[in-house]
């Protein structure tokens, strides 16, 4: 994975993908071959502070109903052992940079939020350490289309200014081609194709194919 490209893992359920994740941020480990974060062999690392230099996005987002926004958000940085007043201002910049207004949000709690600005927390808890590396596994996956759509154009401009490197999950090849540098076909637990998004509309692999007649029958309509 390119350093500050998002890699979209794209598939069908049970292609692999997750597992490919969880490989990442040492979940699991692997059987054979190895796997490197910034040059390290993953088994290489204390899983604890591998896992700290690694943002994590999922689709159910996992914000601890106790705590508020500002410390949803605050978490890695205080295992880090961060000043407070940092974490608060980093909270509350991270609340700008995701487009909520800090001063309405920072002290509410997760459930008298939306859906789709609980996953805006989501996404600023996982940059609050500013880790080199962001994982997302299907995050905009519950939202409604529209809801879904916007998030998507949103992080598309916050990853243009951040220029994270990240590897996005996802089963929508529209979503593909929308935040994807390049795409990461798989199937069966096997890399089909691994190439910029326009690739995979000309690849003659049936399941390449699949996914193209998807995404054209999308436009289409």
Same mark, same amino acid.
């Not at 805006?120 to 994982?135: N, Q, S």
């Given at each position: /994975?390119?350093?500050?490209?998002?890699?979209?893992?794209?598939?069908?359920?049970?292609?692999?993908?997750? #597992?490919?994740?969880?490989?990442?941020?040492?979940?699991?480990?692997?059987? $054979?071959?190895? /796997?490197? /974060?910034?040059?390290? @062999?993953?088994?290489?690392?204390? =899983? %604890? @502070? !591998?896992?700290?230099?690694?943002?994590?996005?999922?689709?159910?987002?996992?914000?601890?109903p106790?705590? #508020? /926004?500002?410390?949803?958000?605050g978490?890695? =940085?205080?295992?880090?052992?961060?000043?407070? &007043?940092?974490?608060?201002?980093?909270?509350?910049? !991270?609340?700008?940079?995701?487009?909520?207004?800090?001063?309405?949000?920072a002290?509410?709690?997760?459930?008298?939020?939306?859906?789709?600005q609980?996953?805006? %927390?989501?996404?600023?808890r996982?940059? $609050?350490?500013?880790?080199?590396?962001?994982?997302?596994?299907?995050?905009?996956?519950a939202?409604? =289309?529209?809801?879904?759509? &916007? %998030?998507?154009?949103?992080?598309?401009? !916050?990853?243009? &200014?951040?220029?994270?490197?990240?590897?996005?999950?996802? +089963?929508d090849?529209? &979503? $593909?081609?929308?935040?994807? #540098?390049?795409i990461?076909?798989?199937?069966?637990?096997?890399?089909?194709?691994?190439?910029?998004?326009?690739?995979?509309? +000309?690849?003659?692999? =049936?399941?390449?194919?699949?996914?193209?007649?998807?995404?054209?029958d999308?436009?289409?309509?």
């Amino acid at each position: /994975v390119d350093q500050g490209e998002t890699l979209v893992l794209l598939g069908r359920s049970g292609s692999g993908k997750t #597992t490919t994740m969880k490989l990442i941020n040492r979940l699991i480990d692997p059987t $054979a071959g190895t /796997v490197q /974060v910034e040059g390290k @062999r993953t088994v290489d690392w204390d =899983p %604890i @502070r !591998l896992r700290r230099r690694i943002g994590y996005v999922i689709q159910e987002i996992g914000l601890f109903p106790h705590l #508020t /926004v500002e410390e949803n958000i605050g978490v890695v =940085p205080r295992l880090e052992n961060w000043p407070a &007043e940092r974490i608060k201002e980093r909270a509350r910049a !991270l609340l700008t940079l995701v487009g909520l207004d800090a001063d309405r949000f920072a002290a509410r709690f997760p459930r008298e939020l939306s859906g789709g600005q609980r996953q805006r %927390i989501g996404v600023a808890r996982a940059l $609050a350490a500013d880790p080199p590396v962001i994982l997302l596994d299907e995050p905009f996956g519950a939202l409604d =289309p529209i809801t879904r759509r &916007e %998030i998507q154009r949103e992080f598309k401009t !916050l990853q243009q &200014e951040l220029k994270k490197t990240m590897i996005f999950v996802t +089963h929508d090849i529209a &979503e $593909a081609f929308v935040l994807g #540098t390049r795409i990461a076909l798989l199937k069966d637990g096997q890399l089909i194709l691994l190439d910029e998004p326009q690739a995979l509309l +000309h690849s003659q692999h =049936p399941e390449a194919r699949a996914f193209a007649e998807c995404f054209n029958d999308a436009q289409g309509s």
